[in-house]
Structure formats: C-alpha cells, structure tokens
C-alpha cells in the first residue's frame, strides 16, 4: 500500500512539472498611472475651456478641460498612449506619449486654431463706395475700408461674430456672419444716411 502511494505522489509530481513547463506565461498588469495637464491655444499660449482630452485606447479616461485648461486623467495603463484632444474651432490632436509605471505624468497639449477670412466691401445706398468706415468684428478685429470701399479681415477664429460698421454721416450697421476654416466669406455693406429729422412750420 505505502509503494502504490509513493507512487502515485511521484507521477503527480512528475506531471506537475510537465504542465509547468508547458504553460505560457501570464501578461503582466500595466501599472497605473494618474494623467494631468493643460490645453493651451498655440497662437497665444492661453488655456482652453471645453476641450474634450481622452485616452484613444481607453475612453473612460476622458475630462473636459477647466477654465485655465486644465484636466485630471486618472489610472491610465504605462505605456505607449495617444491622447486626443477635440475642440471645436480647433484641429484636432493625436498626442502619442511614453507613460512611465509610476509618479504623476504631466502633458501640455497645444490646438491650432481653424482660421478664415472676411473681404468685402462697403457701398453708401446710391452704390457709391464708403471709404474710412470702421470695421469691428466681435470687438476684437479691427479694419478701415479704403478708396474703393473695400476691406480684409484675415487669420480670424471659426464661428459666429457680430461685425459692426461704422461712419460718421452714416447710421451704424451690424450683421451676424459665420466665418468657416480655410475659407473666405465676402460681404457687401450698405449703410443708409440717418432719416432727416421732420421740420416743425409754425404759422
């Protein structure tokens, strides 16, 4: 009895071993690591609100951006990672980074803005061009027509803006207008005189 249990210890054993040695290896578990960082805008270095930052591989780990750009990305595997950032009026980023297996990993990504622009002219109601009219576009884009009326806004951001125009014997003018990327809007402005005040004839 003791022999037939010696030996049914030593097979197990001996297939024990073989299974072993058989058997491929377990994938190690990525560490954890925690994301922080801060969109800014590439012209002027400012921080952007809104921008959505995710983890292409993994798109629970995403966050909108704060008001100064910041974002918090909590336990994203080590490695080889490529974080997307949309915004829109913005090119979207695909930034590739080497994440290290342990501490806090730090990024700043920078958006190039999507830019357009508006040409056009501005006319008086008779068809006759307005020189030295003001031109503002969401007060924060300036230019003057000239001699033939015309004026250039350039490198402007996407979206919609209210442009106003401005000349003196002349009643203000204001239209929304959509700029787009890569492309250019033109616009044609007629300002009308200020209606003559009504005389009183006394009798």
């Known amino acids: 009895m003791r ?3 010696c030996l049914l210890l030593f097979v197990s054993l001996i297939l024990g071993g073989c299974l072993r040695g058989n058997s491929p290896d377990l994938p190690s578990v990525h560490p954890m690591v925690d994301v922080k960082g801060k969109v800014v805008d590439e012209l002027t270095g400012e921080g952007l609100y809104g921008v ?23 336990l994203v595997p080590a490695g080889r990672q490529v974080i997307m950032a949309t915004l829109y009026g913005y090119t979207t980023k695909n930034e590739a980074v ?4 342990e501490g806090i990993f730090e990024i700043t990504i920078k ?3 999507l830019l357009g622009k508006l040409t056009g002219y501005v006319f008086s ?12 576009l969401n007060g924060d884009y300036h230019a003057t027509s000239g001699a033939d009326g015309g004026f250039v806004l350039s490198n402007l951001p996407v979206g919609k803006f209210i442009l106003n125009v401005e000349k003196t014997g002349f009643a203000p003018y204001s239209i929304e207008i959509e700029i787009e990327a890569d492309s250019i809007t033109y616009l044609e402005i007629t300002m009308a005189r200020p209606a003559s005040e009504g005389k009183i004839v006394l009798k």
């Open 3 to 5: 022999k037939i249990f």
């Open 52 to 74: 959505e930052v995710t983890v292409r591989d993994y798109p629970t780990r995403s966050d909108l951006t704060a008001d100064d750009g910041s974002f918090f990305l909590p």
């Open 98 to 101: 080497d994440i290290p297996k």
């Open 111 to 113: 958006l190039s803005p």
């Open 125 to 136: 109601e008779d068809g006759e061009p307005v020189s030295g009219a003001e031109i503002t």
